[in-house]
């Protein structure tokens, strides 16, 4: 009887021990995946331009310049413990929207369009003041499939959620994450 009772303390000492040192070992990881560089403390997200209006075939969406910039800004202020600056940031996040348009992507068989795709793409600049070796430049898109009796009106806050989310969360992946 004592010995059973001596298994279940150690059983659970070395279950509290194990998760201690889980617990510990996690160091500047956090529970997102986020991997912050040491001595980072704050981030800074300039404004994204829209400059779509100048690509063939992409039109100017009023708006959608500060949507992203907060969306961007909010993922990493929700999944990392950075503090969020307007200027001297340490690590910081920039570029512009260089594609934002509607293409057909199926037809019917009276040779219409039975679906389209809104499609947005980012050209993005990522500076890390204390590690220089991570900077990088690369261009992000993602797009939203739609039936084609809808507008892009009809769609548009869907079609932003589901496209930023993804943006966001792949330029948080290639900065943060390093997935």
């Known amino acids: 009887m004592i010995s059973m009772t001596l298994k279940k303390n150690n059983l659970k000492l070395v279950s509290f021990l194990f998760i201690v040192m889980l617990v510990n070992s996690c160091g500047i990881y956090s529970f997102t995946g986020a991997s912050i560089p040491a001595g980072v403390t704050t981030f800074q997200v300039n404004f994204f331009e829209n400059k779509a209006g100048n690509r063939p075939g992409s ?12 969306a961007l800004q909010d993922l990493i202020m929700n999944q990392t413990n950075l503090d969020l600056v307007t200027t001297d940031g ?4 920039e570029g512009e929207i260089t594609e934002y348009s509607v293409t057909p ?6 040779i219409t369009a039975a679906q389209n795709r809104l499609k947005m ?15 990088y430049d690369k261009t ?8 084609a009796g ?8 869907a079609a932003h ?3 930023f989310d993804r943006i ?10 390093k997935w």
């Open 59 to 70: 039109t100017v969406e009023p708006g959608l310049d500060n949507e992203f910039t907060v």
């Open 90 to 93: 340490q690590l910081i996040y």
């Open 105 to 110: 992507m199926s037809a019917t068989a009276k």
């Open 121 to 135: 793409s980012i050209a993005f600049h990522f500076i890390n003041l204390k590690k220089e070796e991570d900077d």
């Open 140 to 147: 992000y898109s993602f797009f939203y499939d739609f039936p």
């Open 150 to 157: 809808l507008q892009v009106y009809d769609v548009k806050d």
């Open 161 to 163: 959620k589901e496209i």
């Open 168 to 177: 966001t969360q792949d330029i948080f992946n290639d900065t943060l994450a």
